[in-house]
């Protein structure tokens, strides 16, 4: 069983973060679309149906998976899990301000510049590097 729940968090994580990327760049583009314009109520439909339909439950099947494989292989107390750990929780924490800011654009408050999210864009693509790294080479 384990190799199999491996499998789904291994396809979990992925889901994951395909949208954890995809959606600071809709974030991007939606800046650039006037308030109330057709593009920018696309978007708004976008950027909730990326969240709500792929984002969310892959992380939900991500976290839950996840706990799985550490309790059942003992993970639990090995000092490269207490480092990746910290770091899925600051993954979780940015997906908590995609959250959020998917909220903002929608009621039109987004009062973020196209510059903020090309930035803050990098930050889950740093956070996975550093997961793979450490689930992979288990350097400690």
């Given amino acids: 069983m384990y190799v199999w729940i491996k499998a789904l968090h291994v396809i979990a994580v992925i889901s994951w973060m395909a949208g954890m990327l995809y959606l600071p760049r809709l974030f991007v583009y939606h800046c650039e679309a006037e308030k109330g314009s057709p593009q920018s109520e696309t978007f708004k439909v976008m950027e909730?149906?990326?969240?709500?339909?792929?984002?969310?439950?892959?992380?939900?099947?991500t976290w839950l998976a996840g706990l799985y494989l550490v309790w059942a292989g003992g993970?639990?107390?090995?000092p490269w899990f207490h480092a990746k750990f910290l770091l899925v929780l600051i993954m979780s924490a940015v997906h908590?301000?995609?959250a959020?800011?998917?909220?903002?654009f929608a009621a039109d408050h987004n009062q973020r510049s196209q510059r903020?999210?090309?930035i803050i864009n990098e930050?889950?693509?740093v956070l996975m590097i550093g997961i793979v790294i450490l689930v992979?080479?288990?350097p400690f």
């Fill in 96 to 98: 908590g301000f995609f």
């Fill in 100 to 104: 959020r800011w998917v909220k903002d």
């Fill in 48 to 61: 909730r149906r990326l969240l709500k339909a792929i984002i969310n439950p892959a992380m939900i099947v």
């Fill in 136 to 138: 992979i080479v288990k």
């Fill in 75 to 78: 993970w639990y107390l090995a």
């Fill in 116 to 118: 903020f999210y090309r």
């Fill in 123 to 125: 930050v889950p693509t």
